[in-house]
């Protein structure tokens, strides 16, 4: 698993969708890809496009404003790459091409309207981006359009675009459940067959919202959206009760913002529709979407080809630590080790956590000591970091705690008590004890590391040192450090 390094560059994605305007400054360090910089506006671009076919008047204002201010920023910043994408409100309406020729006239900035089937397209490519592994459907709502499209078998296909954004499904005649519930399903009717799946991958803000009213009612003890997952039945449980709310009740619900409240019933319902006319079974929200899309797509082929976990892991523990060399060196000598250890999440995917968990190894070096191990668990818990579900966050933290000496109590056991099962902490525990043998009996250096062995035979755990360097490197610390790797892996210690 080599990960490409690339000097890190600077990028930038305006979205200027039917209801929000938002501007993305992005970090990229070959794979890995960094928020750094993230502002909109809720502009309403697309309010009166169904009754009137124009750009909200009010919303073109707004959002000219806002493009004034993103330029200013742009200017300040100049990134590498610079991507300024306008979906269904500017495509649709008679009077887009004259918006885009008033952003350019006051912004400079030249706007790329994207068709329905690219938005599909560049949603895809960003879910992906966040979770190489997803399959199934994904879905894309904005302010004014559904966009659907299937994923999987390394391959995206064609997708669609559909009238169901809350300003399309919004009438005179005002929110009825009954009626709109209807008017969703004839809608999702003629693509209920060709996008019928298993797995949805649920994109954009309203959506977005369901999952954090979910993970409030169900008190969910780890507040990211990046791939939670829900099944069916609570998705459609959950959007149901916001169907029913009335807009007072909608604005006290927890996790829910007052801007959502208007478009969340619309979402509810739309994500209902899905789940009964595609047979869906499983509910995964994606934070990466379009915009995204948009600058995976820029990256190097073998940039876009690495893991992101991988990736994401390796420039977090670089910047961090202090030999670049150590991760890879570590990985190497505990190869034993890891086939030893009790299954988690299948072969594979254990032999990607044990490479990201190397490449963490050094990421407390620069914590203050008396704070280190809180400090580090909570930094892998929550990091920003895409391509890992919720129950490998945990793992991941749970390594970093046995790392830095943490019992098997880490600092936060109601996550993961919740999220991760017992032979999956045995693994976290003992792959952490392992790294921390490594580190201190080598003092971080690749090359003394390379005069010890670990391996694991039978139900013996055996440290051995190169001829001459036994002194140096099986000291009384190495010795402590090692009976606490065998016992945790109820082993027999021989040195």
Known sequence: MNVIYAPPREAAVIDIGSNSVRMVLYRLEGRAIWTVFNEKVLAGLGRDLPAKGRLSPAGVAMALTTLRRFAAVLEGVKPAYTFVAATAAVREAIDGPDFCGQVAAQT????????????????????????????????????????????????????????????????????DVDRLRTRVGLILKPVAKPFAADHLHAVGGGWRSLAQLHMAISDYPLKIVHQYAMTADDARDVARLVAQQSRASLDRLPGVSRKRAETLPYAALVLEGLIDRLGLKTIHFSAWGLREGLLFEALDRDEAAEDPLIAGCEALGARQGISPHLPAALNGWLTNLIAALPPAFGAQRDGVLAAAACRLADLGARLHPDHRLELAFDQLLRAPIPGQTHAERVFLACVLNARYGGGAATPSPAVTDRLLGEDA??????????????????????????????????STLKLTASDGYAAVL???????????LAEAMKLKLEI
Request: glycine share 16%.
């Open 108 to 175: 400079g900035l030249q706007v790329r309207v994207l068709s329905g089937e690219e938005e599909a397209h560049y949603s895809a490519l960003g879910v992906i981006a966040g979770d190489p592994s997803a399959a199934g459907v994904v879905a894309d709502m904005g302010g004014s359009s559904l966009e659907l499209i299937r994923i999987g078998e390394g391959a995206l296909k064609a997708g669609v675009t559909l009238p169901l954004g809350p300003f399309s499904l919004a009438d005179a005649e005002g929110f």
């Open 474 to 484: 099986l000291g009384e610390q190495t010795r402590r450090r090692a009976k606490a």
């Open 425 to 458: 902490r045995l693994r976290a525990r003992a792959l952490g004890l392992a790294i921390r043998l490594g580190c201190d009996l080598s003092g971080r250096s690749p090359q003394l590391l390379a005069n010890a062995a670990l391996t694991v035979s039978g």
